[in-house]
């Protein structure tokens, strides 16, 4: 074993529940674990960062790590957490949708690996498809008491009535037997032991390991369960969103450059807290990098490396430096220059929100300053303020000064297609020439 997986993540914060024998297991021998993972889309959010996190942490200790796809468990929907039943999702869906975090998966996982604890990847729906309802109900329904399964917590919150929870179907109510049916044939098949998840999952895991002892009659049927802390914001607002909605890990869906800027934009008390759950930094580094933080919090130290190691594991080094770049841009001495390196989607979102008009390359040909900060565009309020501005040199492009006599050309573009003029330093609007 190249490390204690429980103590590395008990320091980490990542420990919230663990079934006792757990970390004695883990100490003994390699084991094999697994974290599920739902459906509900064709990619993955940052919320899920921790779970994957999680697997690689298992992995780096000598253990074998599972991830398990639910192609089944999706046509249900996981009540854990809800308020109302989630729309069911048609199977041409579910089945983009598994394809998709399978994909997102490999990034972090290597399923192609021959090591002895190889990553493995499974869908619950492989086992699941050919069972019928009668079998289930006969073999796996009458293990667990209806008792034992409205004592969960998820049941009883959506049974009661309160914070506008509308009851729960008979379908959702089965989620906690599939759920668990699926660590007992991974236990059977895989010989895998424990089960991890988040907090809201305490319960389904544990239907889970309790399964596992009661479909093995007389034999002695290890089975654990770990989970960890939700994670939240400071503030107490949800993680994982942005204004502009969820931060996914698909790069067509979340631009690089967003990623980043997610992860450079948080909290001093938030960063704190992040650094320890979301990189692989030691903790000595870690504990140096607070306290320089503390020292020295305006330059944003802990927001910086953050930034740098979530998008080089979410990404790559590269896209990381490009984002730096980026992001570093607005301030660089040869603007001119370095803004045009940028690829058009990044330079979309540097200047998301500015002002934008549109002129034609044609009018871009003979339009003087004046026109192309009001008449044309409507930056300024009138043709007036506009030669104002002009004549106190507070007008630039491309963070250039300009006077009332220049002329805009196909050299001023960048991307070929904008330009960037600003009126003092807080002004700053886009030209885009179609």
């Not at 094999?32 to 999680?54: E, K, N, R």
């Not at 930034?307 to 001495?333: D, G, M, P």
Request: hydrophobic content about 40%; aromatic content about 10%; glycine content about 6%.
């Amino acid at each position: 074993m190249t490390e204690n997986f429980v103590e590395e993540l008990t320091w980490r914060g990542l420990v919230h529940d663990i079934m006792p024998g757990t970390e004695d297991q883990l100490n003994k021998e390699m084991t094999t674990a697994y974290i599920g993972f739902d459906p509900t889309s064709d990619s993955l959010h940052i919320g899920s960062l921790v779970p994957i996190i999680i697997l690689v942490h298992l992995e780096k200790a000598g253990h074998k790590p599972m991830a398990l796809v639910g192609g089944a468990t999706g046509m249900i929907g996981d009540p854990s957490g809800k308020s109302d039943e989630r729309n069911l999702l048609d199977e041409a869906t579910l089945a983009k949708n598994v394809a998709g975090i399978k994909s997102v998966l490999s990034r972090f996982l290597n399923f192609e690996s021959t090591a002895d604890n190889a990553p493995v990847l499974v869908n619950n729906y492989d086992w699941m498809k050919d069972f019928s309802f009668i079998d289930f109900a006969r073999d796996v329904g009458k293990r667990i008491t209806v008792n034992y399964m409205m004592a969960k917590d998820s049941v009883k919150k959506r049974l009661s009535g309160d914070e506008g929870n509308v009851g729960m179907s008979f379908t959702e109510f089965t989620y906690q037997l599939i759920q668990g049916y699926d660590f007992y044939h991974l236990h059977k098949n895989y010989n895998c032991l424990l089960q991890m998840g988040g907090s809201d999952q305490w319960g389904n895991i544990t239907t889970g390991t309790e399964l596992v002892r009661r479909m093995n009659p007389g034999v002695e049927s290890k089975a654990f369960a770990m989970t960890c802390p939700l994670i939240t914001k400071a503030d107490g607002s949800k993680f994982g969103k942005s204004e502009g909605g969820n931060v996914w890990l698909d790069a067509d869906k979340t631009s690089v450059y967003k990623f980043y800027q997610f992860w450079l934009n948080t909290t001093d008390e938030d960063a704190e807290k992040y650094i320890k759950i979301f990189t692989f930094l030691d903790k000595a580094t870690i504990d140096a990098l607070i306290a320089d933080h503390k020292e020295m919090p305006h330059l944003r130290l802990l927001q910086k490396k953050l930034a740098e190691e979530l998008t080089t594991f979410v990404h790559s080094k590269e896209e990381f430096e490009n984002a730096e770049k980026a992001s570093n841009i607005l301030f660089s001495k040869s603007f001119k220059a370095d803004i045009k390196t940028l690829d058009e989607k990044t330079f979309l979102d540097v200047f998301e929100g500015v002002p934008m008009a549109e002129i034609t390359k044609a009018e871009l040909e003979d339009i003087d300053m004046i026109a192309i900060l009001a008449a044309k565009t409507n930056f300024l309020g009138s043709n007036s303020e506009a030669r104002r501005a002009l004549k106190e040199n507070a007008v630039a492009v491309n963070k250039e000064k300009v006077k009332e006599d220049y002329k805009l050309s196909t050299d001023d573009l960048i991307n070929d297609s904008y330009i960037i003029i600003n009126k003092g330093k807080r002004n700053t609007y886009i030209v885009k020439v179609v």
